[in-house]
């Protein structure tokens, strides 16, 4: 039958972790509830779930759930799904005129595999040499952050942050590598605890061999502190 088929390739390109588009598929009304409509809608389908598997709902332990996984998606695992939370893009002068690499390593991961909704937790390094434009260290987190915190595929996410970092940045100079432990193939499926998933996406001077060896070399260095 031509319907299945179709659930079945849909169902295997998911358990692949086949990503589609370098942006995160959104419909056009994405926004027009509110966040607390939201968590109310989410509510109540987070409850149908754990009702159908058999579970008593009544039970203290049990009661709240619905209510806390609602607001944890919107407010805080998926917050980054809203163009509102995306953070702000000043930038400053480049005023030591450094025009070397600047690499901020060892950031941390915390996303959702859209294909399992099970976490995705690992490492992500980014890089940029500047053409006159710096951002402060720490929006390289939070640039990172924002774009983990949505249902995502690892190679999306790591083109999504070069992208913005691009942009912000006004310079194709930007790479970013990221490292990475997806649970649903860790705990579930093929159950293989050690494997981990590294992605990179080199932009401009980093697509030459020697910029992204050095780049690729200071990912290594392990720094004591
Ligand atoms: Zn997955």
Sequence with gaps: M???????????????????????????????LSNSEKIDIIKDDVRHILETLGL????????????????MFVNEIFGGLNPDKKPNASTFDNKYKYGEMLVEKNITVYSTCEH???????????????NGTVVGLSKMNRIV??????????????????????NVLGTEDVACVIDAKHLCVNSRGIRDIESSTVTSEFGGKFKEKETRREFLDYIQLDTQF
């Excluded at 008593?56 to 607001?71: F, I, W």
């Excluded at 399992?116 to 500047?130: K, M, Q």
């Design 2 to 32: 031509k319907i299945e088929s179709d659930f079945n390739d849909i169902d295997a390109l998911g358990d692949d972790h086949i990503g589609s588009s370098s942006d995160t598929p959104m419909r056009a009304d994405a926004f027009e």
């Design 56 to 71: 008593d709902l009544n039970d203290d332990s049990l009661s709240g759930t619905p209510n806390r996984v609602a607001k």
């Design 116 to 130: 399992h909704l099970l976490p995705i937790v690992g490492r992500a390094h980014v890089a940029y040499i500047s």
């Design 145 to 166: 952050d924002y774009f983990a915190k949505r249902p995502q595929v690892q190679e999306r996410l790591t083109i999504q942050i070069v992208k913005e970092l691009q």
